[in-house]
């Protein structure tokens, strides 16, 4: 089992940028596909990026040429590069496994607020 603790949110004008960590213990995390999810008030979890073990990367097409999610297997840990946020980028940022239905738990998340 996963344990994810996720960190680096907070408020920002839009246009700026942040960078999420997730920092993961386990034995399985280096040969896992991880993934920053988030949620929006009043909506679904969603997946954002995803990262295999290799380190090819999937976007999601909302924020694609904007976002970019990394990992070092060595530090266990995943990020997620966010520039030229939007409001709409606005939720709580979750990492976990992907897929999400491959997941056993879930961490505190970390709050993103895009906002003038």
């Known amino acids: 089992q996963v344990q994810l603790v996720e960190s680096g949110g907070g408020l920002v004008q839009p246009g700026g940028s942040l960078r999420l960590s997730c920092a993961a213990s386990?034995?399985?995390?280096?040969?896992?596909?991880m993934a920053w999810y988030r949620q929006a008030p009043g909506k679904q979890r969603e997946w954002v990026a995803f990262i295999t073990s290799g380190g090819v990367t999937t976007n999601r097409d909302s924020v694609e040429g904007r976002f970019t999610i990394s990992r070092d297997n060595a530090k266990n840990t995943v990020y997620l590069q966010m520039n030229n946020l939007k409001p709409e980028d606005t939720g709580v940022y979750y990492c976990?496994?992907?897929?999400?239905?491959?997941?056993?738990?879930w961490g505190q998340g970390t709050q993103v607020t895009v906002s003038s």
């Open positions: 976990n496994v992907f897929p999400s239905g491959r997941a056993t738990s």
């Open positions: 386990g034995s399985i995390f280096s040969i896992s596909i």
